[in-house]
């Protein structure tokens, strides 16, 4: 038995969430595609897959002691997690969206409208907590209808105290719904595309989301759980910065060299070596990908032979703390 258990998402997030483990430990997953249950290089460590949206409350109740999962799940589940790190993949924006021939550019108009005419607006949304809150905060739903539930409606249940507003369960096919079902949608959305296509718009952005590493507070406070979570977060933590940078290698005259190294960043400073030709140096470094179009004229004029390498991994080794708080510090 793993000393470690650990649920990755099924789903939308799925297949970079194994891209990032098989770069983090430098391995295979073993068994994708055909059971639950799947195998990384690490004998510590036991991975069950799982949907996203249950990871949070599993962690939560300690069935995993880490877990990836969406910030936006996180969020609808009011879990209590701990948040380790940003994995910077899976980005969406949870939005509201309306059918384009309705003539409203935000929610507070849409509540508006809707409450002066005494019709009832229903929304379409996986995200029921969410939506209720958000709603909730608009300061036209306030005016309208207090401190009101808006009525949650799902196979099994209906609940709330506000029949003026109702949001059904989604199972999925969201922005299918409107107009015939519902008259707007709470939905995720990585370029606004698919609603696009749908003959939706959007009229506002709730919050943005990302896959991030979360973890059972408890598990944190078990020395031995503990050090194999830090273990994680380096490797982990290693692809994230990897994947922000490019590993150069540039031949340049000794004439230019330190013209050279004054326009290269790098994270603690550049290698330089003694080429075989007399006179020139081999220098690599580590630089941000933003910076590299920046480079290219200078180093195009004082050097030669550019090679370009994207890393795997970067692996800072800098001392993780988890402090008394649970809080992430790196040192």
Known sequence: MGLIKFAVPKGSIEEATFKMIEQAWQCSVSGRGRIYRVKIADPDIEVKILRPQEIPTYVQEGFHDVGITGKDWIRETNADVKVLLDLEYGKVKQVIAIPEFFEFNSLDELIDNFAQNKKTLRFSTEYLKSTSSYIKSKESYKKYFGDLEPTIVTPWSRTG???????????????????????????????????????????????????????????????????????????????????????????????????????????????????????????????????????????????????????????????????????????
């Open 161 to 331: 105290n506000n029949k003026m507003v109702e949001i059904f369960l989604s199972f999925g096919a969201t922005e299918a719904k409107p107009p015939e079902d519902v008259d707007a949608v709470f939905d995720i959305t990585e370029t606004g595309t698919t609603l696009i296509q749908n003959n939706l718009k959007i009229i506002d952005q709730v919050m943005e989301s990302t896959a991030v590493l979360i973890a059972n507070k408890d598990a944190l406070k078990d020395p031995i759980k503990k050090e194999k979570i830090i273990d994680m977060i380096v490797l982990l933590r290693g692809v994230v910065e990897a994947r922000k940078k490019l590993h150069i290698f540039v031949n340049v005259e000794k004439d230019n060299l330190e013209e050279l190294l004054r326009i290269l960043p790098s994270l603690k400073g550049p290698t330089i070596s003694n080429l075989s030709k007399e006179g020139w140096y081999g220098v690599n470094t580590i630089i941000d990908k933003n910076e590299f179009i920046r480079l290219i004229p200078t180093i195009r004029k004082i050097a030669q032979g550019l090679v370009i390498l994207e890393p795997s991994q970067i692996l800072s080794m800098d001392k993780i703390i988890l402090d008394d708080k649970d809080e992430i510090k790196f040192d």
